[in-house]
């Protein structure tokens, strides 16, 4: 399960008529929700599925962040950054139609963490090995609520973390990824 070979097999594009087909799997979700410890799951390194990690951690703008999301690099799932900002930017984008091309090649799917789960995970140390930031915890905590109503919206297909373990999750999210392949 979860070879990066395995991954690597679902990253090619289809096109339907003139209009392309979803061909990414964008993962959103609250920090510590699993979405990087299900890229690294899947085999997918960071340094190339990870807004944060090529963009930059400065909230990138609504242009560059859908350039990098519709990318046809062969990643096939990638992390999107949580800058509430540009989450608030692309829910409104995708609800007011403008972007349809690229918005068309990405399949935003939410990993939903009970809040009382994702208060565990938050002290736990990061994917990376690090401490997580006291104020980014309180603000994920405090902020649940609508962070998760932003998450919803945005989403296309709804991933539920509860008691589920990162394998169990990579793997929905691996089916979802070959799902798109027609």
Same mark, same amino acid.
């Given at each position: 399960f979860g070879t990066a070979q395995a991954v690597r097999s679902i990253g090619n594009p289809s096109t339907r008529g003139h209009r392309m087909a979803a061909q990414r799997v964008a993962l959103i979700g609250h920090?510590?929700?699993?979405?990087?410890?299900?890229?690294?799951?899947?085999?997918i390194d960071r340094n190339?599925?990870?807004?944060?990690?090529?963009?930059?951690?400065?909230?990138?703008?609504?242009?560059s962040a859908l350039g990098w999301l519709a990318n046809t690099d062969g990643v096939p799932v990638v992390v999107v950054s949580n800058h509430e900002q540009l989450l608030?930017?692309?829910?409104? &984008?995708?609800? #007011?139609? $403008?972007? !349809?091309?690229?918005?068309?090649?990405?399949?935003?799917?939410?990993?939903?963490?009970?809040?009382?789960?994702?208060? &565990?995970?938050? #002290?736990? $140390?990061? !994917?990376?090995?690090?401490?997580?930031?006291?104020a980014g915890v309180k603000?994920?905590?405090?902020?649940?609520?609508?962070?998760?109503?932003?998450?919803?919206?945005?989403?296309d297909q709804t991933v539920q973390c509860a008691k589920k373990s990162v394998e169990v999750i990579a793997a929905e999210i691996q089916g979802i990824a070959q799902s798109l392949q027609v």
């Open positions: 920090s510590g929700a699993g979405k990087s410890a299900s890229l690294v799951k899947l085999g190339s599925g990870d807004m944060d990690v090529v963009v930059g951690k400065e909230c990138p703008s609504l242009v608030v930017e692309l829910r409104q &984008a995708k609800r #007011a139609g $403008r972007q !349809t091309e690229q918005f068309t090649m990405i399949r935003f799917v939410y990993l939903h963490k009970p809040k009382d789960e994702l208060r &565990a995970h938050l #002290a736990m $140390r990061t !994917t990376g090995g690090c401490n997580r930031e006291p603000y994920t905590l405090d902020h649940y609520g609508r962070l998760h109503a932003l998450f919803s919206e945005l989403s």
